[in-house]
């Protein structure tokens, strides 16, 4: 039989949630049965060597904001024309409704869509202009009329990017066997020096929020309590330089620390005590299981789909109105409190699919569904 050709479009395929998600597939996936490939905007994108080393292909292509969206058209649909692909996959919310006619009009027959957010600003509060307001109507009436298979993370986020349109919905999911397996491992070295360390990971951009983490820890200073936030991520670089000037200017440098990219995710998860994440709005957050998945009392942001929650009390949700004291409070309070029971996590996990095989699965599962009913 025939390999299933699949071709995923994600953007550059740096470090973030969706791209750990797709890397989860590509890692889980039959290798005899599916052959999955991406699109890349940038060559020296975080995870290119990994997708080469597992036997897919990366196409370059330009980045339609730099290079202007004639290019990047062009260079998908000669991607998507010359690859003979059974199936193109689109992670690119409202970008989408860009993606799925170039597609159609390559010849492929099966257009998938993936829903990964709720909402699309840039997390500085401003309010979408009349010319973005109309170009994310003109887009999700393309996904509508072009996509084969809607798929989303979250019923919220399915509801934003299809409004009544029907959609697979597909949990999130993380490796949770390097959480589980060293469950109870105390780990000793880099931020073990007596010091309680609460975890923070994601981008930094406005949308996660790290400038809010910064008066955070300035209240905490204020209260004398021996917390640290390390903050694990890259992003915004202008965004990035606001968040360490507020850090100088502060003289936060022992409470609040930017780590930048790290592979030791899990490792982090064990050296910390609980975990926070103020964002002004997530899809489905796969840190958030990870972060569950280990154990830790976790504080976010009442900003997303409480779907993402394991239902065993380890989670606090906060409004997004709720000041620096409020989280220091619910701060405080998360590292006092023991890990989740292990067996009760593994249960979560299995009973939701949270876990990336079933992710894998499932998704794969899509895939050969689409191929039986093609004419």
């Known amino acids: 039989m025939d390999k299933i050709k699949i071709l995923i479009v994600a953007g550059a395929m740096d470090v973030g949630g969706i791209e750990n998600q ?3 597939l590509l890692r889980r996936c ?16 975080f995870y290119l060597e990994e997708i080469r080393a597992l036997g897919a292909q990366v196409h370059l292509i330009p980045r339609a904001k730099t290079q202007g969206h004639g290019a990047y058209c062009r260079a998908l649909y000669r991607v998507m024309r010359e690859g003979n692909y059974d199936i193109v996959h689109s992670h690119e919310l409202f970008h989408s409704g860009i993606v799925l006619p170039l597609a159609k009009l390559a010849g492929i027959p099966h257009r998938f869509v993936h829903a990964h957010n709720w909402d699309d600003g840039d997390g500085t509060g401003r309010r979408r202009s009349l010319l973005r307001t109309l170009y994310n109507a003109v887009m999700r009436f393309s ?42 491992d105390r780990e000793t070295g880099e931020f073990c020096d007596g010091v309680t360390n609460v975890l923070h990971v994601g981008r930094v951009t406005p949308v996660k929020n790290q400038l809010f983490l910064v008066e955070v820890a300035q209240e905490l200073r204020r209260r004398g309590a021996a917390i640290r936030i390390l903050c694990a991520g890259s992003g915004d670089e202008h965004y990035q330089r606001r968040v360490e000037d ?24 064990r050296k910390s005590s609980a975990f926070v994440l103020p964002s002004k709005y997530e899809g489905m957050p796969l840190v958030l299981i990870e972060a569950q998945a280990s154990g830790l009392a976790c504080i976010t ?41 292990r067996e009760a996590v593994v249960q979560a996990v299995e009973s939701r699919g949270f876990d990336s095989d079933s992710f894998a699965r499932r998704l794969c599962g899509l895939y050969t569904e689409a191929m039986e009913d093609t004419p």
Not at 30 to 38: E, L, M, Y
Not at 250 to 266: A, Y
Not at 304 to 311: A, I, K, N, P, R
Request: proline share 2%; charged share 25%; aromatic share 10%.
């Open 143 to 184: 996904i509508g009329c072009f996509a084969t298979c809607p798929i989303a993370c979250s019923t919220l986020a399915g509801k934003f990017l299809y409004g009544k349109q029907d959609f697979h919905l597909l949990f999130n999911s993380v490796d949770t066997g390097k959480f589980l397996e060293h469950y109870h």
């Open 30 to 45: 039959d290798k005899n049965r599916f052959q999955i490939d991406f699109t890349s905007t940038d060559p020296n994108a």
């Open 22 to 24: 797709l890397m989860h």
């Open 301 to 341: 942001a009442d900003t997303f789909s409480h779907e993402v929650d394991f239902g065993i009390g380890t989670l606090t949700w906060l409004s997004p109105e709720a000041d620096a004291a409020a989280w220091a409070d619910a701060i405080e309070s998360a590292v006092r409190r023991e890990r989740a029971d």
């Open 246 to 269: 507020a850090i100088r200017e502060q003289q936060l440098e022992d409470r609040i620390r930017l780590l930048g990219v790290r592979r030791d995710i899990d490792v982090l998860m």
